[in-house]
């Protein structure tokens, strides 16, 4: 059954995450890692003056499903500000628990579909939507006090 978790597409999306090396630049990072399973994804965020996401870093140590959600993050990240990446991570998160039958709105998501059918890999998954989350926050932060 977990074969279809690891289809060719993922495995490709996931070797595929070095297509965003870390941000020596960035306004804003997080990292988050998931107690469960010790994935790791760190994101740098670079924005506009907006506050929406011009260029991204990963630094992704995860299962295939994790790297692969990370790519699938990073890229459709551009132009989005906090508050969609907020949405696009609450609603990924609802999809995955059963919670709403809708993907979020975000290129590529409905790859990741068949990884509902395993909570223990949803963590993983999330990382990067709540890395990303966090890093606009940081932007948005320290903007206002700056």
Known sequence: ???ALYT???L?????TTKWPPLTDADGNAERRSPTCGSRVAVDV???GAGRVARIGLTVSACAL?????AIMAAGAI???ADAMRAAHAELADYLTGASDTLPDWP????????RAYPGRHASILLAFD???AALADVKAERAHG
């Open 1 to 3: 059954m977990a074969e």
């Open 8 to 10: 060719i597409e993922i």
């Open 12 to 16: 490709r999306l996931a070797a595929s």
């Open 46 to 48: 670079a924005t506009d």
């Open 66 to 70: 994790g790297q692969a959600a990370a």
């Open 79 to 81: 132009g989005r500000d």
């Open 108 to 115: 590529d998501i409905a790859r990741l579909s068949a990884a």
């Open 131 to 133: 890395a990303a989350s």
